[in-house]
């Protein structure tokens, strides 16, 4: 028991996420719990306009939650200071950066700025760091390429690559699959996979390929209009939860493959 | 591993440009004096006391003066290229200079409409220094206070345009008012001017300067997060709105007290920062603010130059030449607008 709560390195407790404006609250989806365990990947997945883009933001702190808490490495998040936090969650999101004009190996050692000293000067520790990351996601060439040049599935690859240089025990990706094709979604969720082996950081992503998150993942976050379900994906399917997910007009699943078809 | 650039030419060449650009800076104007006699009287080994004067007195300053204008507003334009990611966001998009022109504005044309309160006896280089920059304090103070507020930059950067509406709004009013003198003296002040500043207004300008420069770079890692988006440079532990107080505060000290001192000087801060991210091909602040500095001393000495009109009495208004050299840029920089990066 003792050695399972060591692992745990993010906890959310009765959390409900939301808006908040001066005249009203407006909840996206509360009674949330769920602990994510060291060294795993977690799938965050359901429909359009659930609150998967919400629950990161508050996960991340960027917006801060309704009520309940979130504990990152047994620590309340309100009460880490940015700095802490980003020297123990870092993220990719899905916004463009404001400059591509920066090079490759620029960005990648931006996620060092929590560590280095006040001008920015990388030590022979940050170049080490940052070398393995371009190392781990195989972009070694493309490191003096400019972002503008990039495609998608690289632009992608050198993002994870400076969460990875940012050093922290998790990393938060929100939908790293989109505007990608099939081989670079399977990719890209592959690589996240290989990292949690690697380097056991957990990775927590949202995404809309629950098929790849099924095979993938070891935990799966499934968001459904009146709750929140933390569980293996084996579990998940036996309890019929992606059943649940969307109307059944259109599309059902298959439990025996683990994907969704369409219906005749 | 030659990913961590060092730029090591591109420094030197800058600085031996700077050093040659002025040496021809001192050397040119309508009175010629020869090479070593220039170099004599910098440092006070020279007879002729008239070119003594003339140099020490006069061009050295103004010299000065070019170098820390074409710097100055060079590093104002690319912080505010970087706070408000818009590559055309110039030193003055906050309302410094409507500030200051209101200001100053008010001083001049305003001694029409307020009768005795100021006599055209008063209007001395000081009260225009002082209206200038009381002015630019007080529409920058109202953009602080804005800023506290209103989390979204463009947000800011929209109010300080409605700041320019508003003033020169005023001053047309002003203008309508005046007379011919008054307005005549309005617009030489809109000219700008390098020649104005004696050693002792040189010191004050260069503290505050200084001042400025120092938080620019405190501020380059800031800067450089800001590169990723707000929301990156958040997850990295960047303070936004310390930062962002900061790289404002920076700005309307430089350029304040430069458009106080030289007038509002127009391009300068909007062209020098392209002008260099193209030669360093960068956008790594630690390189591009020790570049943007030489950079845009150079072109402000250069534009003086070509405004002095070597070999004649007369001399232009360094506003027309500075808008000579940044008007095209800035069109070359539409033309090109793919690679339009900052």
Redo the contacts between chains.
């Keep these: 028991m003792i050695e399972k709560k060591i692992n745990i390195i993010l906890q959310t407790e009765q959390l409900s996420i939301g808006y908040k404006t001066k005249k009203a609250e407006t909840v996206v989806a509360s009674n949330i719990n769920f602990e994510l365990h060291k060294g795993q990947l977690i799938g965050l997945v359901g429909a359009n306009g659930i609150g998967k883009s919400t629950l990161l933001r508050t996960l ?1 702190k ?1 917006q801060p939650e309704l009520s309940g808490s979130i504990k990152l490495n047994g620590i309340a998040l309100e009460s880490t ?7 123990q ?3 990719v ?1 899905t ?9 490759v ?3 990648v050692a ?2 060092r ?2 560590y ?1 000293n ?3 000067n ?1 030590a022979q520790v940050d ?1 080490d760091i940052i ?1 393995n990351a371009l190392e781990l996601i195989n972009i070694n060439d493309l ?2 390429k400019r972002c ?1 040049e990039l495609s998608d599935g690289q632009l992608q690859k050198v993002m994870i690559a400076r969460a990875l240089a ?1 050093d922290t025990d998790i990393i938060v990706l929100d939908e790293p699959t989109t505007h990608l094709d099939m081989y670079h979604k399977a990719y890209i969720l592959k690589l996240l996979q290989k990292l949690t082996k690697d380097t056991h950081k957990t990775i927590l992503f949202s995404s809309h390929e629950i098929d790849l998150a099924i095979q993938l993942c070891d935990t799966m976050i499934v968001m459904r209009k009146d709750d929140v379900v933390c569980d293996q994906p084996c579990n998940l399917i036996s309890e019929g939860v992606f059943e649940s997910l969307f109307p059944k007009d259109l599309i059902s699943f298959d439990d025996t493959t683990g994907s969704f078809r369409i219906k005749k | ?4 650039k060092t730029y090591h030419f591109q420094f030197t060449l800058l600085v031996v440009i700077l050093l040659i650009c002025f040496f021809t800076n001192i050397s040119l104007g309508s009175v010629s004096i020869p090479l070593n006699s220039i170099f004599g009287s910098l440092f006070g080994t020279i007879d002729n006391s008239t070119w003594q004067l003339i140099i020490t007195d006069f061009r050295l300053p103004k010299a000065i003066t070019a170098i820390l204008v074409g710097s100055g507003l060079g590093i104002s334009g690319l912080l505010m290229q ?1 706070l408000f ?1 818009n590559p055309l966001a110039g030193p003055f998009v906050l309302g410094i200079s409507s500030g200051a022109s209101l200001g100053v504005a008010l001083v001049i044309l305003g001694s029409g409409l307020f009768g005795g309160l100021f006599t055209t006896a008063l209007i001395s280089k000081w009260s225009i220094v002082v209206a200038a920059s009381l002015g630019s304090f007080l529409v920058l103070l109202a953009v602080l206070a804005v800023s506290s507020k209103v989390r979204d930059t463009m947000a800011i950067l929209i109010i300080g345009l409605m700041f320019g509406s508003i003033t020169a709004a005023v001053v047309s009013v002003l203008s309508y008012f005046s007379s011919a003198e008054q307005l005549q003296q309005y617009i030489f002040w809109g000219f700008g001017s390098l020649s104005n500043l004696s050693w002792s207004d040189l010191i004050i300008f260069f503290g505050i300067y200084l001042t400025g420069l120092i938080l620019s ?2 501020s ?2 800031g800067l ?6 707000d ?2 440079a ?6 936004l709105k310390q930062n962002r107080l900061i790289i404002i505060l920076a700005t309307s000290l430089i350029a304040g007290t430069i458009t106080a001192f030289a007038g509002p000087i127009a391009f300068i801060g909007l062209a020098i920062p392209h002008l260099t ?1 193209q030669l360093f091909k ?3 602040h ?1 390189i591009l603010i020790p570049a943007v500095f030489l950079f845009g001393a150079i072109v402000m000495l250069i534009c003086d130059s070509i405004a002095q009109i070597p070999g004649s009495d007369y001399t232009l208004p360094i506003n027309a030449i500075t808008a000579l050299v940044g008007a095209p840029v800035v069109i070359w920089l539409l033309v090109r607008q793919r ?1 339009m ?2």
């Design positions: 991340i960027v200071s940015n700095l802490d936090l980003a020297k969650l870092s993220i999101l916004e463009p950066l404001t400059s591509k004009n920066l090079s190996y620029e960005l931006l996620g700025h929590p280095t006040w001008i920015g990388l170049t070398n490191k003096d503008y940012q | 591993m030659n990913t961590q970087t990611r770079v405190a380059i890692k450089n997060s800001l590169l990723l988006g929301n990156y958040m997850s990295l532990g960047v303070s991210r960068t956008s790594n630690k690679k990066m900052f």
